[in-house]
């Protein structure tokens, strides 16, 4: 939904078979392959006898073992892969008033990294600012405040394409949430095959739910082409998202998508717009530091 108005209201959502057997008979081993034609035998009982089939009894049980263990291998690694993502478990903090920061985990450099999101809670439902890392997670997000809250999500607004925003997007749609990305996002996600949001809006918006008013604010480019930050006038609190570092950082991260050019005079275009927030939360690890952060965000740009 391209040509947004400045002010959109978010409204609450009312939402035979052939069998196999191995049998090593007493007098000579042998293997019994039942199947829909006739029992067939095949006897590994020496050199010369049969001499189709010229492997040791030996021979046999070795290959046996090897397929055997092979066989477990796969099975143990199919089992990691498929429970990899169950095992990343979110985590919510409390920050202010009806304000919490969400934090889920993904991979990056072959560690396990944290990305914070943000939810608020409002009388007509939740608004959350970024989904988890992974469509699970979301899953895990929206079960575990509608568990704490009795609320369900109502809004939400991711602030770049990266996965760590958008990974969930596809996932609360089904769940007859309202997404929102800017109109630019919208277009990196397409591109990058990333989830989509359902509506877009095209310039700086204002969005109020039931007693909240959010900004969404575009500095320019930085991290991504396409990074906004959302600023909450009454909490004072500004989400900055990964246009941001922590102060734990000690390092800018990944900048593939970037304008490192133009990153700097972005971080002073922020800095000036919103001089004095009363908590100031990174796309990554602690949110401690308050707008210093923008301050520690470009001491690592040099």
Request: proline fraction near 4%; charged fraction near 20%; glycine fraction near 8%.
């Amino acid at each position: 939904m391209s040509g947004i108005n400045s002010l959109v209201s978010a409204l609450p959502i009312a939402l035979s078979t052939t069998a196999e057997y191995i049998n090593i008979s007493a007098d000579c081993p042998g293997i019994y392959a039942k199947r829909s034609r006739p029992r067939t035998k095949f006897k590994f009982c020496g050199r010369g006898q049969y001499p189709n089939f010229e492997f040791s009894y030996l021979a046999y049980h070795i290959m046996k073992t090897i397929i055997s263990f092979i066989v477990c291998l796969f099975t143990a690694f199919s089992a990691m892969a498929s429970t990899a993502d169950t095992t990343l478990r979110i985590k919510t903090r409390h920050l202010t008033g009806n304000f919490y920061v969400h934090v889920s985990y993904g991979k990056y450099k072959g560690g396990i990294m944290t990305a914070n999101g943000l939810y608020v809670v409002t009388p007509d439902g939740i608004v959350v600012i970024d989904t988890p890392w992974s469509e699970e997670q979301t899953k895990q997000l929206a079960d575990t405040l509608e568990k704490r809250h009795h609320k369900k999500i109502i809004l939400c607004i991711a602030s770049h394409f990266h996965a760590d925003r958008t990974a969930g997007l596809d996932y609360l749609k089904k769940l007859g949430v309202k997404t929102y990305t800017s109109q630019l996002t919208q277009e990196l996600c397409k591109v990058n095959q990333e989830p989509q949001a359902q509506y877009v809006f095209s310039k700086d918006t204002t969005f109020r739910v039931k007693g909240l008013e959010l900004q969404t604010y575009y500095p320019g480019e930085g991290h991504t082409r396409d990074n906004i930050v959302i600023w909450f006038p009454k909490a004072k609190v500004l989400y900055g998202g990964c246009l941001v570092k922590s102060m734990d950082a000690t390092d800018i991260g990944f900048t593939g998508d970037g304008n490192l050019q133009a990153y700097p005079a972005t971080l002073h275009k922020l800095r000036d717009k919103f001089p004095h927030p009363a908590y100031l939360i990174p796309g990554h690890e602690g949110w401690q530091g308050g707008i210093n952060q923008v301050q520690h965000t470009l001491e690592l740009l040099k």
